[in-house]
């Protein structure tokens, strides 16, 4: 998935002069056709992702159209203040890619967890937040961050993760149907894709069917879709690699609550818990500590209809 980012970032700017890149500490070689293709529109800079964003802002600012690259866990942690308020502030066409959401650091330690960022991200106000699933999916995507008004960001997953996605254009903002059922709604972000699908191939074979949505945009979220597919299913499970604490199952649980529906309605997020893991281990094992499996989202789901 970072490949392919990185690949339309360098694409894009043989496009439009206004592009920009900026990377924080990246590897050696990291978009080497674009630095010296371009060189007076690459920027690697040094571990300083505060410094990173506000010249990002600055260049913004002057028209450009940005794009940092860093670890996911110091873009959204260490610089908080300077993308609310050099960036969100000003509504700049900046794109905040991250790499390594969620866990995929995990062996890395707490330093490198990026466990709250849709959370603290989502809430900033001109921030679009996008958690997209696999490599296809940020190709489709990619073009579509080159006009967006205002600041954005990107969260990238482990790398080579299967390809879930079969869209064949995607729009920012817009939730994408993989099943369509009234036993359940079945949603979330990111690789969770996988999971859900399986899911609702394990409920199929129980006779059960679910509606499965995909949602790579947390803000704005695609509030006419959840609510459409809410209204017909008797529970909704909400999946994703992040705290369970404000994330899009907190948004989700949200817009719910506020659609004032004409039936009890059944909810259930699964997530990582609120709390620091005191496990050692690699992505798939905290995701499976946390629930985030097929097996669990099944089994979730017949709890609710059941109870």
């Given at each position: 998935?970072?490949?392919?980012?990185?690949?339309?970032?360098?694409?894009?700017?043989?496009?439009?002069?206004?592009?920009?890149?900026?990377?924080?500490?990246?590897?050696?070689?990291?978009?080497?056709?674009?630095?010296?293709e371009?060189?007076?529109?690459?920027?690697?800079?040094?571990?300083?992702?505060?410094?990173?964003?506000?010249?990002?802002?600055?260049?913004?600012h002057?028209g450009?159209?940005?794009?940092?690259?860093?670890?996911?866990?110091?873009?959204?942690?260490?610089?908080?203040?300077?993308?609310?308020?050099?960036?969100?502030?000003?509504?700049?066409?900046?794109?905040?890619?991250?790499?390594?959401?969620?866990?995929?650091?995990?062996?890395?330690?707490?330093?490198?967890?990026?466990?709250?960022?849709l959370?603290?991200?989502r809430?900033?106000?001109?921030?679009?937040?996008?958690?997209?699933?696999?490599?296809?999916?940020?190709v489709?995507?990619?073009?579509?961050?080159?006009n967006?008004?205002?600041?954005?960001?990107?969260?990238?997953?482990?790398?080579?993760?299967?390809?879930?996605?079969?869209?064949?254009?995607?729009?920012?903002?817009?939730?994408?149907?993989?099943?369509?059922?009234?036993?359940?709604?079945?949603?979330?972000?990111?690789?969770?894709?996988?999971?859900?699908?399986?899911?609702?191939d394990?409920?199929?074979?129980?006779?059960?069917?679910?509606?499965i949505?995909?949602?790579?945009?947390?803000?704005p979220?695609d509030?006419?879709?959840?609510?459409?597919?809410?209204?017909?299913?008797?529970?909704?499970?909400?999946?994703?690699?992040?705290?369970?604490l404000?994330?899009?199952?907190?948004?989700?649980?949200?817009?719910?609550?506020?659609?004032?529906?004409?039936?009890?309605?059944?909810?259930?997020?699964?997530?990582?818990p609120?709390?620091?893991?005191?496990?050692?281990g690699?992505?798939?094992?905290?995701?499976a500590?946390?629930?985030?499996t097929s097996?669990?989202?099944?089994?979730?789901?017949k709890?609710?209809?059941?109870?």
């Open positions: 998935m970072r490949k392919a980012c990185l690949e339309q970032v360098y694409e894009l700017a043989k496009k439009d002069e206004r592009v920009v890149f900026i990377g924080s500490d990246l590897g050696a070689g990291t978009l080497i056709n674009f630095q010296k371009m060189p007076d529109r690459f920027f690697m800079e040094a571990i300083a992702e505060a410094h990173v964003v506000g010249m990002a802002s600055g260049l913004a002057e450009k159209i940005v794009y940092v690259n860093t670890i996911q866990s110091f873009l959204t942690r260490r610089c908080y203040e300077q993308i609310v308020l050099d960036a969100c502030l000003h509504n700049l066409n900046v794109r905040f890619i991250g790499n390594g959401g969620g866990m995929v650091y995990a062996p890395l330690g707490p330093t490198h967890w990026a466990t709250e960022d959370s603290i991200l809430c900033i106000p001109n921030m679009t937040v996008l958690c997209p699933a696999d490599a296809e999916e940020m489709r995507l990619m073009p579509e961050t080159l967006h008004q205002g600041p954005l960001f990107i969260r990238l997953a482990k790398g080579y993760d299967p390809i879930v996605t079969e869209e064949k254009s995607f729009e920012i903002g817009k939730a994408y149907s993989y099943s369509e059922g009234n036993d359940a709604l079945i949603l979330g972000c990111g690789i969770t894709l996988g999971a859900m699908r399986e899911a609702g394990l409920l199929e074979r129980e006779g059960l069917k679910a509606s949505l995909h949602i790579p945009t947390v803000k979220l509030s006419d879709a959840i609510i459409l597919r809410a209204r017909k299913s008797s529970c909704v499970v909400c999946i994703e690699e992040n705290t369970v404000g994330g899009l199952g907190g948004a989700v649980a949200e817009i719910l609550a506020e659609a004032c529906l004409d039936k009890p309605l059944k909810f259930k997020r699964i997530g990582l609120d709390s620091f893991s005191s496990h050692y690699a992505q798939l094992e905290h995701l500590a946390a629930g985030i097996v669990n989202i099944a089994a979730v789901v709890e609710l209809i059941n109870r």
